[in-house]
């Protein structure tokens, strides 16, 4: 291949993105779904480069399943939209709920908080939660990708750099996944980005109070330290009649990465949709509520010191499951190098 080929590849891969970018920021799934097909149609460097992005990452499948689910939303509400499109996709699913608070995490102020492994975790929590005034801290982009579930979301703007290299540990298809997505958001101020998060933190607040529920993913979707936004969400729950009535709920997703939903989506290799499908059904496990912590009263921590708490009581909650998790994780990075490799 000669440099100046190589150039043109190149040029016509951003090209390609950029146009992509601003489909999906005019028009959402419907025009960037059309904009990735009619990539497919240009010149022969264009094809070139919508084939690299298809060959790594199954985007029209992920598109196609996002207005599924934006589709069974619209036409059954939040809950059962979930479920049905859960089903219709062909995940295996279940729900675990302890049976003795199934009706306090259905009507008590709730905050519920746990991980975030794979593209499924919102679908999953709006199935599991089965109440009208569930909305999920999540950003923009999801909106995007599922319209009709916008009224069932807060907005959260991510304070750093979404388009630097995602971390190696997310696994090579998830980095390829967060960077399509990252493009796709137009870039935000820090300035700017705080004073939404400040908006969304307060509106938060008030829908507890009201006697709703909230979903707060604290890791962001990746391995490593929590972010401190659940803690300065506890703080400012702040006098003793919000602490006595609202409800701390722990959940883990489990049995789930993102390298197995990319697996049962793709359809290029049905073979790993079969390997997928045989594995333990997907899991949304709850523990039960507790009330928000009294050490709130007793230590007054701040809100990081109050994020670590958190993180350490889940982590135990968790410990089994945790530990399975990692191991899984390091399982589907071990298999996705196989697959690269064959």
């Given at each position: 291949m000669s440099l100046g080929t190589g150039v043109s590849r190149e040029r016509s891969l951003r090209s390609v993105l950029d146009d992509l970018q601003a489909a999906f920021q005019e028009g959402g799934i419907p025009a960037l779904r059309r904009a990735y097909h009619q990539a497919e149609h240009m010149s022969l460097a264009r094809r070139v480069a919508f084939r690299l992005v298809s060959a790594v990452y199954p985007v029209a499948r992920v598109l196609d399943a996002a207005v599924l689910v934006d589709d069974r939303i619209r036409e059954l509400?939040?809950?059962?939209?979930?479920?049905?499109?859960?089903n219709e996709l062909g995940f295996p699913w279940e729900v675990s709920l302890p049976p003795e608070d199934v009706s306090a995490l259905r009507e008590r102020p709730l905050v519920a908080y746990g991980n975030h492994p794979s593209l499924l975790t919102p679908f999953l929590v709006l199935a599991a939660l089965d109440r009208p005034d569930v909305r999920i801290l999540a950003v923009d982009s999801v909106a995007r990708l599922v319209?009709?579930?916008?009224?069932?979301?807060?907005?959260?703007?991510?304070?750093?750099?979404?388009?630097?290299?995602?971390?190696?540990?997310?696994?090579?298809?998830?980095?390829?996944?967060?960077?399509?997505?990252n493009r796709m958001e137009p870039e935000v101020?820090?300035?700017?980005?705080?004073?939404?998060?400040?908006?969304?933190?307060?509106?938060?607040?008030?829908?507890?109070?009201?006697?709703?529920?909230?979903?707060?993913?604290?890791g962001g979707g990746a391995p490593g330290r929590w972010f401190s936004g659940i803690g300065a969400l506890l703080k400012s729950l702040g006098d003793e009649s919000d602490r006595s009535s609202t409800l701390l709920a722990p959940f883990q997703e489990q049995n789930c990465t993102y390298k197995l939903v990319y697996d049962i989506l793709s359809s290029r290799w049905p073979s790993s949709r079969k390997v997928a499908r045989r594995r333990p059904p997907i899991r949304?496990?709850?523990?039960?509520?507790?009330?928000?912590?009294?050490?709130?009263?007793?230590?007054?921590?701040s809100a990081p010191e109050l994020t670590g708490l958190l993180e350490s009581h889940y982590k135990t909650l968790f410990r089994e499951a945790v530990r399975d998790e990692t191991a899984s994780g390091k399982r589907g990075k071990a298999e996705e190098a196989q697959t690269s490799d064959s």
């Open positions: 509400g939040p809950h059962l939209g979930c479920r049905a499109a859960l319209p009709h579930l916008a009224p069932s979301l807060l907005s959260v703007v991510p304070t750093f750099d979404r388009r630097a290299r995602p971390r190696l540990g997310l696994g090579f298809m998830h980095r390829v996944g967060l960077s399509l997505l101020s820090g300035d700017a980005a705080r004073a939404q998060n400040r908006r969304t933190l307060e509106e938060a607040v008030s829908h507890v109070r009201d006697g709703g529920c909230i979903v707060v993913c604290p949304i496990v709850f523990s039960r509520p507790l009330p928000v912590p009294s050490i709130l009263v007793s230590l007054s921590p």
